[in-house]
C-alpha cells in the first residue's frame, strides 16, 4: 500500500528533532563540545560529527552524533539509532531521537511509511514509559497520535488521553497540551475562547501567546498573528535561575525565554511571508540579535542566526537599505544548508 502521510506528521518529526538538537553537555569534553555545539549551529554537521566520532561513544555522544547525521544521511541516522539504543536500552531521549528519525523516514519513504509509522510510534510509546512523569516524552507521544492518519497509528481519543495526563504532570504545561490539541484537531472556536480565557489566568506566560500567534502565521491568519507574537515578545523574561540540585536553568526560565526570543524571529518572519510589517520585522530581528548575545541565553533552543540575518537582509532590500542587507548578508556563514545557500544566493543578487 501507498500512503503519503500528512505535511504536519513531518513537521512533528523534524520538530522534535530540531528541539532535540541544541541541548547543552552532550558530550564529556566540554572543549570539543563547544566547537561542534558552534560547527552546528553554523550549518557545518560533517565537521561537527567528525570531531564527535574520535570521542567514546558514551550516552552523550550518540546524542550529539545523532543531531548531526540526521542532517547529512537519514539512513545512517537510523542505524546508529539502533546501535545507540542496543547501547543504552532505558534511555527514554534515544527513543525520542529515535521515534523522531522514524516519523522522517515515514514521511519520505511511500512504500514503506506505514512501517516506519509503527517504528516510530513504538518507540514514542517506549520513550513516555521510561519517563512516566517526563513531560516532553508524554508531549512527543500526544502528537504523534493527533499527527499521524488512523492507519498509521493516529488516534485522536488516545491523544486526549495524553492531554489528561501531561495536565496531572505540570499545571502550564497541561494548559499547552490542550491548546496544541485544539489547533491539531481543529477545534478552532474551543481555541480561541481557551487561549483568551488561558492569557487571562497566565498573564506573564510567555508561550501561550507565542504558540497560538505561530499558529496563526501558519494558518495565513497574518494580521492576528502579528498581535499575538507581539504580545508574546513584549512579556518580560522572568528572571534567570538555575536548579540547585540539578544545576540546570528552571524550566519556566527556559519555557519563557525560548518563547519570548522565538516570538521576535517569528515577527520577522511574518513579515517576510507576509510581505507587511516590514518596520515590525526589522526591529524585532535587531532586537533578537541584541538579545542573544547575553550570555544567560547560551544553554537555550535559540532560533538560527543565519536563517534570522537572512530574514532581516531580506527585509532591509523590501526598504531598499542594500548596504545594510549585504552587511547582513556577509555575516551569514551557510555551511551544509542547501536552502540556506540557495536563499542567500538570491538576496546577494538582489542587493548589488
Known amino acids: 500500500m501507498v500512503l503519503a502521510l500528512p505535511s504536519r506528521f513531518y513537521k512533528l518529526s523534524t520538530g522534535l528533532l530540531f528541539?532535540?538538537?541544541l541541548l547543552p553537555a552532550l558530550c564529556a569534553?566540554?572543549?570539543?563540545?563547544?566547537?561542534?555545539?558552534?560547527?552546528?549551529?553554523?550549518?557545518?554537521?560533517?565537521?561537527?560529527?567528525?570531531?564527535?566520532?574520535?570521542?567514546?561513544?558514551?550516552?552523550k555522544t550518540y546524542k550529539a552524533m545523532l543531531t548531526n547525521l540526521v542532517q547529512i544521511d537519514i539512513d545512517?541516522?537510523?542505524?546508529?539509532?539502533?546501535?545507540?539504543?542496543?547501547?543504552?536500552?532505558?534511555?527514554?531521549?534515544?527513543?525520542?531521537?529515535?521515534?523522531s528519525i522514524m516519523g522522517a523516514q515515514a514521511q519520505s519513504s511511500i512504500f514503506s511509511a506505514l512501517g516506519y509509522a509503527e517504528k516510530a510510534?513504538?518507540?514514542?510509546?517506549?520513550?513516555?514509559?521510561?519517563?512516566?512523569?517526563?513531560?516532553?516524552?508524554?508531549?512527543?507521544l500526544m502528537m504523534f497520535y493527533l499527527a499521524a492518519p488512523s492507519i498509521a497509528g493516529g488516534d485522536e481519543d488516545l491523544g486526549f488521553r495524553q492531554v489528561e495526563r501531561i495536565q496531572a504532570l505540570d499545571e502550564i504545561e497541561g494548559q499547552i497540551a490542550l491548546l496544541r490539541y485544539y489547533q491539531m484537531t481543529d477545534k478552532n472556536d474551543l481555541l480561541k475562547e481557551a487561549m483568551t480565557q488561558t492569557m487571562q489566568q497566565y498573564p506573564t506566560e510567555v508561550s501561550f501567546p507565542f504558540n497560538y500567534g505561530s499558529y496563526l502565521a501558519q494558518q495565513e491568519q497574518y494580521d492576528e498573528?502579528?498581535?499575538?507574537?507581539?504580545?508574546?515578545?513584549?512579556?518580560?523574561?522572568?528572571?534567570?535561575?538555575?536548579?540547585?540540585?540539578s544545576d540546570e536553568l528552571s524550566a519556566i526560565y527556559v519555557r519563557n525565554a525560548e518563547a519570548h526570543l522565538q516570538a521576535l524571529y517569528q515577527?520577522?518572519?511574518?513579515?517576510?511571508?507576509?510581505?507587511?510589517?516590514?518596520?515590525?520585522?526589522?526591529?524585532?530581528?535587531?532586537?533578537?540579535?541584541?538579545?542573544?548575545?547575553?550570555?544567560?541565553?547560551?544553554?537555550l533552543d535559540l532560533p538560527r542566526e543565519s536563517w534570522g540575518r537572512t530574514r532581516l537582509a531580506e527585509l532591509l532590500i523590501r526598504v531598499n537599505e542594500k548596504e545594510q542587507a549585504n552587511k547582513q548578508l556577509s555575516m551569514i556563514k551557510v555551511g551544509e544548508d542547501k536552502d540556506l545557500e540557495k536563499a542567500v544566493k538570491k538576496l546577494r543578487k538582489e542587493a548589488k
Open 19 to 21: 528541539g532535540l538538537s
Open 29 to 59: 569534553n566540554a572543549n570539543d563540545l563547544a566547537t561542534a555545539n558552534q560547527l552546528y549551529s553554523q550549518g557545518e554537521y560533517k565537521q561537527s560529527l567528525k570531531i564527535l566520532e574520535a570521542l567514546p561513544k558514551d550516552l
Open 225 to 245: 498573528a502579528m498581535k499575538y507574537l507581539h504580545i508574546a515578545a513584549n512579556i518580560d523574561i522572568p528572571a534567570f535561575v538555575k536548579d540547585e540540585s
Open 267 to 299: 515577527i520577522g518572519r511574518t513579515a517576510v511571508l507576509s510581505k507587511k510589517f516590514t518596520e515590525q520585522g526589522i526591529n524585532a530581528m535587531k532586537t533578537l540579535f541584541d538579545t542573544m548575545e547575553n550570555v544567560e541565553f547560551a544553554e
Open 121 to 140: 510510534l513504538n518507540s514514542f510509546k517506549k520513550a513516555a514509559e521510561l519517563a512516566p512523569t517526563g513531560v516532553k516524552y508524554q508531549q512527543a
Open 76 to 99: 545512517e541516522a537510523e542505524e546508529l539509532s539502533d546501535q545507540a539504543i542496543a547501547a543504552f536500552n532505558n534511555e527514554p531521549e534515544l527513543y525520542l531521537i529515535r521515534a
